[in-house]
């Protein structure tokens, strides 16, 4: 199908988007958003200096409204916002924004609290001193220029910049596929580095870093990170660590507070106030009395006082890891380097200053050495003129008019164009033998400048040694102290646990289906222990007084070792029945239980867990093998390795190494083994472990309990029967591993015992259920101890109760033990 009109294109959408889009993209990458690598600015700085500097709204006048030198620039240079434009302004003039601010302002220029500042039409602004350095000899042709929008100006493409500015003052600004975030710096040592670097091209970044250490915020604070910052100069790119400077001072009362004169660049004061107010008043850091902004016109002062005896140092921590007390920041030196965006280093940005000031200098010396020479040769002609003044006199009063005049001073007395013009225009007071004396003097004076003019033309030593006195004069009238100090190395936060938490004694508890709680000791005392809330169907396994800065480890009989703070277990009543660990935990079987809970304070390099299954495998490992693990909240980690679905953990310990435990097995089918513990290698947390017992088939074991070798220890043994019995351990002659051991109950040819429980008899009392629902108890004294080949007492009627079901131990007598 043709096109009937000649001016419509038939283009993809495609191919305009990107052609429209790639346009856009250089524009804002160009003219707004990315500074230049010769002076460090942006196009509406640049504008905003020039225009201002046009008008005369400079540092050695008054100052003049805002609105105005708003409505100049918008009307001539930058047609845009002006709102876009006032805040430009506005920034430049933030002395915690800028490290030299280029603006100077009156009224109410925002600050580092966020406040915007007051509108253009209430606040008066001016050119700073050091923004001369950055203009000076703009109007000697130094620098190109181009039409401004409309083709009624000129503006300039650069500024001449006696020093680096951005370096100086940095820079940030976000693009179409670039972004840029450049430091600011000390002047004199930025100085101080450019001139190293003339003086040596072939510098490298350690020496050039021996004048420049690093950047020199406005805000003062602690940079971190020498190596990080090495790095930063040479790709462009970096990461360094910003801390506030911070001091602890003591209070009446033992008291402490917690002074911070400096924080980082561009933190919001007031947002940092509140976030460390909210941290209070949440109790996230149990501590800290009242956190007040004393920042006045002398400075910036936020205090945080402490409670008494309060972990000062702790406390500073946590606000250095959760508040912006300290922050990141990112180098991004990105900047526009021969009209294309780059990232560039700290020797690359020198390197591009230098070779703009030199042909700033070269220009200057152009223009200047142009200008001399053409007075020089009105001057020269002005003292000829003087030499033949009557000569020169009765010339011109024969002539007709001021064109014959000048022509016939040229035919005459071969005086060029220019000189007859300069002679007619001659005033009378002008000829005069003082006036002789100064034009010889101007010529001499011209002489040498025009000498001077040439050596730096001609000879490039020259012109660099011009370089760098104009540069040390720029030192010499800018130069500040160094505000920010910069540390080697960047220290790792490390905040301790007793700083987050409040220390309080709390009766921590945990169910074998897996219910968690702590209950303050308030709520345990107003009810009696035998009230707590559970299921009917679940067993408590574990109660103990514990204090909130004590950790929990719970064994699955799944092989899985599940970690908890004990603050981070709910705060709930003692009547209450907990919450389940499942509702935060995933990866846990439908029939896995709790097994045993361990407390401890501080994880222990002398204790090791043991671990028995029921499959016939025995192991040790290291109790610091458990330390808590980064998912700890939402997975468990293995502790033993279980291969076969029905295998499970019957028992574990946790004991110290040094002594020395025997190990007493026992089986289904009524085998019992006794061997020392250390027989057991250590093996890792996700290891299977090795044989604890040779097992028959359809055996298993039904415990593991650890006994000290020479103590008199009485277990108890229970069959499915009901029959109980309990022996001393000294019955079990010592074997070693992985044997079939000796029997512990007799074997009766019909109707055998199996053994459905043993544990130790003065442990607790255990609870007895039966098929038909009837319970027992069974204490300590309540059976005589029997030998090894006994098969002990009858608790009842056997055929009337049925098998026994289950086996536990006693509610109270746990609580009454812990």
Not at 10 to 38: C, H, N, T, W
Request: proline share 4%.
């Amino acid at each position: 199908m043709t096109n009937p009109r000649d001016d419509i294109q038939d283009i993809a959408l495609k191919e305009v988007m990107g052609d429209r889009f790639g346009r856009y993209s250089k524009y804002i990458i160009q003219e707004r958003a990315l500074p230049d690598i010769r002076d460090g600015l942006k196009p509406v700085q640049r504008r905003i200096l020039f225009s201002m500097d046009q008008d005369g709204n400079t540092f050695d006048k008054g100052f003049r409204k805002s609105a105005k030198s708003v409505g100049n620039i918008m009307g001539n240079y930058h047609p845009h916002g002006d709102s876009s434009i006032y805040e430009a302004m506005v920034r430049m003039s933030q002395d915690w924004k800028l490290r030299d601010v280029l603006i100077e302002m009156h009224g109410n220029n925002g600050s580092m609290d966020g406040d915007p500042p007051a509108a253009m039409r209430y606040t008066e602004a001016r050119l700073s001193k050091l923004s001369s350095q950055l203009l000076e000899d703009i109007d000697k042709e130094t620098v190109d220029f181009v039409w401004n929008f409309d083709d009624t100006a000129k503006e300039p493409t650069v500024l001449p910049a006696k020093y680096p500015n951005l370096l100086v003052n940095g820079s940030t600004g976000i693009s179409a596929g670039y972004a840029t975030e450049i430091p600011s710096h000390n002047l004199g040592e930025i100085i101080d580095g450019t001139i190293h670097l003339i003086d040596h091209p072939e510098a490298t970044l350690d020496q050039l870093m021996k004048y420049i250490p690093g950047p020199d915020f406005p805000t003062g604070a602690i940079l971190q990170g020498k190596k990080e910052l090495k790095q930063a100069y040479e790709t462009g790119k970096g990461r360094v660590v910003l801390r506030s400077v911070t001091k602890i001072e003591p209070l009446k009362g033992g008291k402490q507070q917690i002074v911070i004169n400096e924080i980082p660049y561009e933190v919001n004061k007031a947002s940092l106030v509140k976030k460390m107010d909210e941290i209070r008043l949440n109790k996230k850091v149990d501590g800290i009395a009242e956190v007040r902004d004393e920042s006045d016109r002398t400075g910036l002062q936020i205090v945080v006082e402490l409670k008494k005896d309060t972990n000062a140092e702790g406390i500073l921590n946590y606000l250095f890891k959760n508040t912006d007390l300290q922050v990141n920041y990112n180098f991004n030196m990105v900047a526009i380097d021969n009209q294309r965006p780059h990232q560039v280093g700290l020797k690359r940005i020198l390197e591009a200053y230098i070779a703009h000031r030199r042909d700033v200098i070269r220009r200057r010396s152009e223009f200047d050495l142009s200008k001399a020479q053409k007075r020089q040769h009105i001057v020269s002609g002005l003292i000829k003129a003087l030499s033949i003044l009557d000569e020169v006199i009765a010339t011109i009063r024969g002539s007709k008019d001021k064109r014959d005049a000048k022509a016939n001073l040229v035919k005459e007395y071969q005086f060029t164009e220019e000189q007859a013009e300069a002679i007619v225009s001659l005033q009378l007071y002008r000829l005069t033998n003082t006036d002789i004396t100064a034009l010889e003097a101007e010529a001499e004076e011209l002489s040498l400048l025009i000498s001077l003019l040439q050596a730096i033309l001609s000879d490039e030593t020259t012109l660099l040694s011009v370089l760098k006195k104009e540069l040390k004069e720029v030192k010499k009238n800018f130069a500040t102290p160094r505000l920010t100090v910069i540390q080697s190395e960047i220290e790792e936060i490390v905040v301790n646990t007793e700083v987050l938490i409040a220390q309080e004694e709390v009766m921590a508890t945990v169910t074998k289906e897996g219910y968690v709680k702590r209950s303050s000791m308030r709520s345990f005392g107003a009810s009696s222990p035998e009230e707590i809330g559970m299921k009917e169907t679940d067993e408590l396994i574990f109660a103990k007084q514990l204090s909130t800065l004590d950790h929990l480890l719970m064994v699955t009989n799944k092989g899985n070792m599940i970690y908890r703070p004990v603050h981070e277990l709910p705060d709930l009543r003692w009547k209450d029945v907990g919450e389940h660990l499942s509702t935060q935990l995933s990866g846990l079987a439908v029939d896995e239980h709790i097994l045993a809970v361990f407390d401890y304070q501080k994880l222990s390099e002398s204790k090791n867990f043991i671990f028995i299954s029921r499959g016939g495998l025995i192991k040790q490992s290291k109790m610091t093998d458990f330390a808590p693990w980064r998912t700890y909240k939402g997975r468990p980690t293995l502790c033993m390795n279980l291969k076969a679905d029905d295998e499970e953990i019957v028992n574990c310990y946790l004991v110290e190494e040094a002594i020395e435990y025997d190990v007493l097995l026992a089986t289904h089918l009524g085998f019992g083994l006794r061997y020392p513990i250390n027989e057991v290698p250590v093996v890792g947390a996700r290891a299977a472990g090795v044989k604890s017992i040779n097992l028959k088939e359809a055996d298993y074991v039904v415990n593991g309990v650890l006994i000290e070798p020479d103590v008199k220890t009485a277990i108890t043994l229970i069959t499915q029967r009901g029959a109980v019995k309990r022996m001393v351990t000294q019955e079990m002659p010592v074997l070693s591993r992985a044997k079939r051991g000796l029997m512990m109950i007799r074997e009766l040819k019909s109707h055998p015992h199996r053994l459905v429980f043993m544990g130790l008899s003065h442990s607790a009392q255990f609870e007895v259920t039966t098929q038909n629902n009837t319970r027992y108890l069974v204490g300590e004294m309540d059976f005589p101890l029997s030998d090894r080949t006994s098969n002990g007492s009858f608790l009842g009627d056997e055929k009337k109760d049925g098998e026994v079901f289950e086996v536990k131990t006693e509610l109270s007598v746990i609580l009454k033990q812990d």
